[in-house]
């Protein structure tokens, strides 16, 4: 009876460099959601899929960032060339189905990502 | 102007204090979220609601759809629920969710 999980919970990294964060939803679950927080703020949408698809990457903030879920389960969110900016705690989401009407959302531990 | 957009943005009580956070939305929805965030990150999702009242516990949740407003409600308040509490609408155009910036609740003994 895993919840949503997340690694690494914190990420240290340098300018430039490249990272990717790991989510594993929960099981069954098909649609799968990330977000970024910046620190006093609420939740940003990034992107959502549904099964092996991103139906909606619209909160991409730019082509630095790129996300996969290849076989419907795991997904990776990917960041290229890394800024400050990017630093924020990047949260992941499963729900059992996506889209309206909406199935709640559940919530994984986020990864703390710091970039110097 | 913010789609979602919470007041107050913090709120400090005595325990057993009943407490009120209010969510208004601008869009159209499917259905309204309430979530917690405890230090450290995690997120509980408290309630989804599109329509009428909930209740689980000493918390309560509210939605008006005309008046496009929601409020959260804990009744006999206790330290523990010192947390920021999140506003959230899933829009009826789209899957996903839009949250407003939070209201960090601190209650004291």
């Known amino acids: 009876g895993a919840g949503v999980s997340q690694t690494p919970s914190n990420k240290v990294t340098e300018k430039g460099k490249y990272v990717e964060l790991r989510c594993d939803p929960i099981s069954g679950h098909t649609a799968l959601y990330w977000y970024r927080q910046s620190l006093g703020q609420g939740p940003e949408f990034l992107i959502y899929f549904q099964g092996t698809g991103a139906a909606d990457d619209s909160g991409l903030p730019n082509d630095r960032f790129f996300a996969v879920r290849p076989e419907g389960s795991v997904s990776t969110l990917k960041i290229q060339r890394t800024e400050r900016g990017d630093s924020a705690v990047y949260l992941c989401a499963s729900s059992l189905i996506g889209g309206p009407p909406f199935n709640e959302q559940f919530f994984g531990p986020g990864t703390r990502l710091t970039v110097l | 102007k913010n789609e979602v957009e919470q007041s107050p943005q913090n709120l400090t009580a005595q325990e057993g204090e009943f407490i009120t956070i209010n969510c208004s939305y601008s869009v159209g929805i499917s259905a309204l979220h309430w979530l917690q965030q405890h230090p450290g990150g995690g997120i509980v999702s408290l309630f989804m609601?599109?329509?009428g009242k909930k209740k689980h516990g000493r918390l309560i949740a509210t939605i008006n759809i005309q008046e496009k407003h929601s409020s959260l409600h804990i009744t006999a308040s206790h330290p523990r629920d010192s947390a920021v509490y999140i506003c959230?609408?899933?829009?009826?155009?789209?899957?996903?969710?839009?949250f407003g910036e939070g209201t960090q609740l601190t209650v004291n003994p």
């Open positions: 609601l599109s329509s």
């Open positions: 959230a609408v899933g829009e009826t155009s789209g899957s996903r969710l839009t």
